[in-house]
């Protein structure tokens, strides 16, 4: 079993940078790929990046490309997630994810553990 915790969100103006920190325990960290998603109100959940097993590899979806940095520290069983140049329609509660039998995967119906979420509020 993992539990997932993330921190870092908050309230930021249009324009800034925020860093969310996804710490994960009680499984084996190293082995599974990390990932990011967002919810935004009366959305559904969408994917926004996802980092292979090694940190070797990583995927971001379109409207992040550029911006957003997906990054992970197997030593200390943390994913990250620095984000910069932030718009309003960023503003949505962000979720890491475990998927335990995927080297990397963007969908998300693979990932098998799910933290609570950290609200991420843009202004413009």
């Known amino acids: 079993q993992v539990q997932l915790v993330e921190s870092g969100g908050g309230l930021v103006q249009a324009g800034g940078s925020l860093r969310l920190s996804c710490a994960a325990s009680?499984?084996?960290?190293?082995?599974?790929?990390m990932g990011w998603f967002r919810q935004a109100p009366g959305k559904e959940r969408e994917f926004v990046a996802t980092?292979?097993?090694?940190?070797?590899?990583?995927w971001y979806v379109d409207s992040v490309k550029g911006r957003f940095t997906i990054s992970r520290d197997n030593a200390k069983n943390t994913v990250y997630l620095q984000m910069s140049s932030l718009k309003p329609e960023d503003t949505a509660v962000y979720y890491c994810?475990?998927?335990?039998?995927?080297?990397?995967?963007?969908?998300?119906?693979?990932?098998?553990?799910w933290g609570q979420g950290t609200q991420v509020t843009v202004s413009s």
């Open positions: 980092i292979s097993r090694s940190g070797g590899s990583t």
């Open positions: 009680g499984g084996t960290f190293s082995s599974s790929a």
């Open positions: 994810a475990a998927a335990v039998r995927y080297s990397y995967t963007t969908r998300t119906g693979n990932y098998d553990y």
